[in-house]
């Protein structure tokens, strides 16, 4: 797959209006680095396709330009999830540039992606969660992983969530922490008993590592609050030290944790606010993992829904030659 490097040299005409929608984006949307990094990125990649077109002027690109540049996306191999998040930053840069009357419409509006298949999250099995969740740690960088990997399960933590979390946004005492979310929305989360006594057995073996004016949580060996790719590791490491048969990654665990609390609940409402999202349609997507589990119960157990196996079928065999 082709990839546009950020730093390809681009027309003045094109550069310097998306710099300034990044920059808008940053100051008065108040947008985190990491999606105007995004926004950056889509967007150049847009530009510099444009270029090899001929074409160097916002203002002359057309919806029609916008589908082949969708096809080009599709052949290079892009999700149809991938592709919409395109255009949706196409269309917010369009947006920014009608208000600065440097275009004359949004030719992104009626453009939408190919539809790829829904893929379900993946979901741990819950004994074998508890297994590796209560696996001993060997050293002190493991007593760190496990608490990370306790609070993440035992909260439904995103990645950006666990990284960013501050040392004094856990309450031990009240069992609670104080976590900022997409969108800078904080949100007040029950922690676990589990999860707290990783907490306690983890924050001595910090006291070691950080400087008294670190305010992260979870440090590196150096004292350094440990990065998104960082925490990766560790949980991929995790798995394979502690025996896990299925590669761990952290959306894991926040998808476990939301089919867990679902199957035993059945509240979709809380386990909406539990993960902080905006839109209950987001959280649906586990009743249909929920679905398959009742679905396998319901196929192993029902008299008139179990699939004979061999044994059964050579038992009907043996009754009719006995009849014959």
Same mark, same amino acid.
């Given at each position: 797959?082709?990839?546009?490097?950020?730093?390809?040299?681009?027309?003045?005409?094109?550069?310097?209006?998306?710099?300034?929608?990044?920059?808008?984006?940053?100051?008065?949307?108040?947008?985190?680095?990491?999606?105007?990094?995004?926004?950056?990125?889509?967007?150049?990649?847009?530009?510099?396709?444009?270029?090899?077109?001929?074409?160097?002027?916002?203002?002359?690109?057309?919806?029609?330009?916008?589908?082949?540049?969708?096809? @080009?996306?599709?052949?290079?191999?892009?999700?149809?999830?991938? /592709?919409?998040?395109?255009?949706?930053? /196409?269309?917010?840069?369009?947006?920014?540039?009608?208000?600065?009357?440097?275009?004359?419409? @949004?030719?992104?509006?009626?453009?939408?992606?190919?539809?790829?298949?829904?893929?379900?999250?993946?979901?741990?099995?819950?004994?074998?969660? @508890?297994?590796?969740?209560?696996?001993?740690?060997?050293?002190?960088?493991?007593?760190? +992983?496990?608490?990370?990997?306790?609070?993440?399960?035992?909260?439904?933590?995103?990645?950006?969530?666990?990284?960013?979390?501050? /040392? &004094?946004?856990?309450?031990?005492?009240?069992?609670?922490?104080?976590?900022?979310?997409?969108?800078?929305?904080?949100?007040? %989360?029950?922690?676990?008993?589990?999860?707290?006594?990783?907490?306690?057995?983890?924050?001595?073996?910090?006291?070691?590592?950080?400087?008294?004016?670190?305010?992260?949580?979870?440090?590196?060996?150096?004292?350094?609050?440990?990065?998104?790719?960082?925490?990766?590791?560790?949980?991929?490491?995790?798995?394979?030290?502690?025996?896990?048969?299925?590669?761990?990654?952290?959306?894991?665990?926040?998808?476990?944790?939301?089919?867990?609390?679902?199957?035993?609940?059945?509240?979709?409402?809380?386990?909406?606010?539990? %993960?902080?999202?905006? +839109?209950?349609?987001?959280?649906?997507?586990?009743?249909?993992?929920?679905?398959?589990? %009742?679905?396998?119960?319901?196929?192993?157990?029902?008299?008139?829904?179990?699939?004979?196996?061999?044994?059964?079928?050579? &038992?009907?065999?043996?009754?009719?030659?006995? @009849?014959?």
């Amino acid at each position: 797959m082709t990839v546009v490097p950020v730093s390809a040299q681009l027309p003045d005409e094109l550069s310097g209006y998306m710099a300034d929608f990044v920059q808008h984006m940053a100051s008065e949307k108040r947008h985190s680095p990491r999606t105007c990094d995004s926004y950056q990125r889509d967007l150049h990649r847009l530009a510099a396709w444009l270029v090899e077109q001929g074409s160097t002027e916002w203002r002359a690109v057309s919806g029609y330009d916008l589908r082949r540049y969708v096809a @080009n996306l599709s052949r290079q191999g892009l999700s149809g999830r991938s /592709i919409a998040r395109h255009l949706s930053a /196409i269309r917010r840069f369009y947006q920014h540039l009608l208000r600065e009357r440097r275009a004359t419409d @949004n030719p992104a509006l009626d453009i939408r992606a190919p539809k790829s298949s829904k893929r379900l999250p993946r979901v741990a099995d819950v004994d074998q969660l @508890n297994a590796l969740l209560d696996a001993r740690p060997d050293d002190p960088l493991e007593v760190r +992983d496990r608490c990370m990997f306790e609070l993440m399960y035992s909260s439904g933590l995103r990645l950006a969530e666990l990284a960013s979390l501050d /040392i &004094d946004a856990v309450d031990c005492k009240g069992g609670e922490a104080r976590v900022v979310g997409k969108g800078s929305k904080t949100r007040l %989360l029950p922690v676990g008993r589990k999860a707290l006594e990783a907490i306690a057995q983890w924050l001595p073996v910090r006291a070691g590592l950080a400087p008294e004016a670190q305010a992260a949580l979870f440090v590196s060996r150096r004292g350094d609050r440990l990065s998104h790719r960082s925490i990766q590791a560790r949980l991929s490491r995790w798995g394979v030290v502690k025996g896990a048969d299925q590669k761990l990654h952290p959306h894991m665990l926040r998808h476990s944790f939301a089919s867990h609390m679902l199957e035993s609940s059945g509240d979709l409402r809380a386990v909406q606010e539990l %993960l902080g999202h905006a +839109d209950i349609a987001t959280t649906q997507v586990y009743t249909h993992l929920d679905f398959q589990h %009742l679905a396998r119960v319901y196929d192993q157990s029902h008299p008139r829904a179990r699939r004979r196996n061999s044994r059964d079928h050579d &038992d009907q065999n043996t009754g009719q030659e006995g @009849n014959a």
